[in-house]
């Protein structure tokens, strides 16, 4: 299912940059990084806690959806006050991230609506409903592409599509199995909060390793270079979700262990594989100019760089999944607190990374982009260890 939407993504931001070029390719991918950042925030993993409500068959169980939407909907009025002068520090378009926001607040309470599945282990109806959807939005946003209409009604058909599963999931669930309110709607929405913002540590710290980079990139350059530089980073973005997809397994594995010695037997054999994931950007290294040209042509001229600095920035594949092994590990056994605040720091120390080196280095981007990474990564694993003594 993840291959799937990354490929519907990939040749959906394909059609986008040959089409619109990469000035506003380039706002598109910032402005969405940023959108995916302040709604990870908001919308606190409430589809975790409500999957994870109902696997338990909590009292409250009933009454997670119509709260959780509450809280979800809530969130999403506050951030939407405050988002305008976000945009204006970060200098991206308010409109294109008010609606990148939006659809991912849709996107969140249709994963809360599908938690009833999930949480009674049936992962079909859901991989259907994402497949389906996915497909939908592919296609539909193709077309509005190439009948030259603003990339913006691109954003907007997105979320009508996004609202439209979200009732479609939620009306799926047998009334029975739903209360629109509970004797006590102040404390369940209290108890969902409390576990919502101990989860979302985790998730919004894995989605700083994912979309910081581009926030930053969007801060510093604009024009066509920033649509080269994020289609850059975003194939990097690619390989990393892939490798991430495979690592969320070990997540059950590590709450088994008992001894530290388990704990240390696993980490030894995922070190030994991140470093033979350094074949992937050594493999590519001596075929950027193959893969330059192959750029050129399926997004123009305008894209020739992005073999170029592809090259180097893969080299940050393997420090990337470093980390979300570390923020793996830290959920797993409970250090969701110290990591999530080291990572906090690390994105302070990347901006800084970002102002010196757009001041006094040459090639700038590509160096930012791999510090802040390396830094990340180092440490991550500074917290595991400190954590884990």
């Not at 409970?334 to 120390?349: A, C, G, H, L, Q």
Request: proline share 3%.
């Amino acid at each position: 299912m993840q291959v799937v939407l990354l490929v519907v993504n990939l040749i959906l931001i394909t059609i986008i940059s040959r089409e619109y070029g990469p000035s506003i390719y380039g706002e598109y991918a910032s402005s969405k990084s940023l959108g995916v950042l302040i709604g990870t925030a908001l919308v606190m993993s409430l589809a975790l806690v409500a999957t994870k409500l109902r696997a338990q068959n909590d009292i409250e169980g009933k009454f997670v959806f119509s709260n959780s939407y509450y809280l979800v909907i809530r969130n999403l009025i506050i951030g939407l006050f405050l988002l305008y002068p976000v945009t204006l520090l970060f200098k991206r378009d308010f409109s294109m991230t008010a609606l990148f926001l939006i659809g991912f607040i849709f996107n969140e309470l249709i994963h809360i609506a599908l938690s009833y599945y999930q949480a009674n282990g049936d992962f079909v109806t859901s991989s259907k409903q994402i497949m389906i959807r996915t497909l939908l939005y592919g296609m539909g946003a193709t077309a509005i592409v190439f009948s030259g209409y603003s990339i913006l009604w691109v954003i907007f058909y997105q979320i009508v599509i996004l609202a439209i599963f979200f009732l479609v999931a939620h009306f799926s669930i047998p009334s029975s199995e739903k209360k629109n309110s509970s004797p006590d709607a102040v404390e369940t929405r209290k108890k969902l909060t409390k576990s919502g913002q101990k989860m979302v540590l985790t998730t919004f710290s894995s989605a700083l390793i994912s979309e910081l980079d581009i926030v930053l990139l969007g801060l510093f350059f604009g024009g066509p270079l920033l649509g080269v530089l994020s289609w850059a980073r975003r194939i990097l973005e690619i390989l990393f979700q892939l490798a991430a997809a495979s690592l969320d397994i070990l997540f059950p594995e590590l709450s088994k262990t008992k001894s530290k010695s388990e704990v240390v037997e696993i980490r030894n054999k995922l070190r030994r594989i991140v470093i033979l994931s350094f074949i992937i950007p050594t493999i590519f290294f001596p075929l950027k100019d193959v893969a330059g040209s192959l750029f050129v042509v399926l997004l123009g001229e305008e894209f020739s760089a992005v073999g170029n600095y592809t090259a180097y920035i893969l080299f940050c594949l393997p420090l990337m999944v470093w980390s979300r092994i570390n923020i793996i590990f830290s959920r797993a056994l409970n250090f969701e607190i110290p990591i999530s605040k080291i990572i906090f720091y690390s994105s302070i120390i990347s901006f800084f990374i970002y102002s010196v080196t757009d001041q006094f280095l040459d090639n700038s981007a590509v160096i930012s982009i791999i510090l802040s990474q390396l830094t990340i990564s180092a440490l991550t694993s500074y917290s595991f260890r400190k954590s884990f003594r």
